[in-house]
């Protein structure tokens, strides 16, 4: 596929236009989903950490730092719009769907099967297959806990802990812990 289609595509979803079913920018979200899933196969089932590192920088399609890395198995429905720093480490088990675009800064650890969302339906029953795309940002030296969710358009301030299975639904501060469904502010760092 042209990388200016695909560039083209990857910032009308991180300005959060909407994805309607049958046009260029679904079929490319579709295209980079069969690709994303391919790659995440052989990701998961390479033994040797340099070579899953390459396939790393394949699935998101830029050069990583060789502090990054990642415990298999590990999920995304797109790759190409994730975006790491420098010692980012990854759990097990994750599942990322990352059209909208996460974004990690650096000294950020991501623990066992994390979610991290940034697209939602449409509400209205009619257009429900319409996508909403919403960046993710999780700021510098930020603990995810096992099995947290991140929505859509959320922020993670530098420093901040997501407890262990919270759903983060709004910003989380930065210096502060969050837990609960929906997260709220559990104490000040």
Request: aromatic residues 6%.
């Amino acid at each position: 596929m042209d990388p200016r289609r695909i560039e083209f595509a990857r910032r009308s979803w991180e300005a959060g236009e909407t994805v309607v079913p049958g046009t260029e920018s679904a079929e490319i979200m579709h295209t980079l989903a069969t690709e994303a899933i391919a790659l995440c196969m052989r990701i998961n089932s390479e033994p040797d950490p340099r070579m899953r590192h390459r396939l790393f920088e394949e699935l998101f399609g830029t050069e990583l730092d060789s502090s990054f890395v990642v415990f298999p198995p590990f999920n995304t429905d797109c790759g190409k719009n994730i975006h790491v720093g420098r010692n980012v480490f990854i759990n097990a088990g994750c599942k990322f769907q990352d059209q909208g675009g996460i974004h990690i800064a650096d000294g950020v650890f991501i623990g066992h099967n994390v979610v991290i969302a940034t697209l939602n339906h449409d509400q209205d029953p009619t257009r429900r297959a319409a996508l909403h795309p919403a960046q993710v940002h999780i700021g510098r030296d930020v603990w995810i806990g096992a099995s947290a969710t991140i929505l859509p358009g959320v922020s993670v301030g530098i420093g901040a802990v997501v407890a262990a299975g919270a759903v983060v639904t709004s910003d989380v501060p930065s210096q502060t812990m969050v837990g609960g469904v929906p997260a709220k502010v559990i104490k000040q760092l």
